[in-house]
């Protein structure tokens, strides 16, 4: 399995830079979102710290349909869809914390 973005295996997103890259790339499967309760949120806390990683990926689950989001830098944004990264503990200290 390939180590991606964290060292997270499995895991290796794709930036996109704008709208329209992320509609043409995301936009059907996010509208299909629509209605979906949020069930579930993760987001990637490093042992020892006091604050998430802002440029780690969050997760949220809806109803069984999880979503990847991830920014890095100013103007690049990944969204992946049901990695199943939740389960898999990042290389080094980290780990992901369930919020809800």
């Known amino acids: 399995m390939s180590m991606g973005h964290y060292s997270i295996p499995g895991y290796d997103p794709t930036w996109l830079r704008s709208r329209a890259a992320m ?16 069930t579930k949120t993760w987001v990637l806390w ?9 440029d780690g990926p969050v997760i ?3 109803e069984g349909l999880q979503v990847e989001i991830c920014h890095r830098e100013f103007d690049k944004v ?3 869809s049901s990695t199943a990264m939740a389960f898999h503990r990042p290389a080094g ?7 809800t």
């Open 46 to 54: 490093g042992e020892g710290r006091t604050t998430w990683f802002e």
């Open 60 to 62: 949220l689950d809806f």
């Open 23 to 38: 509609e043409e790339a995301h936009g059907a499967r996010l509208a299909s979102l629509v209605g979906r309760r949020l």
């Open 78 to 80: 990944a969204i992946t």
């Open 93 to 99: 200290n980290a780990e992901f914390h369930r919020l």
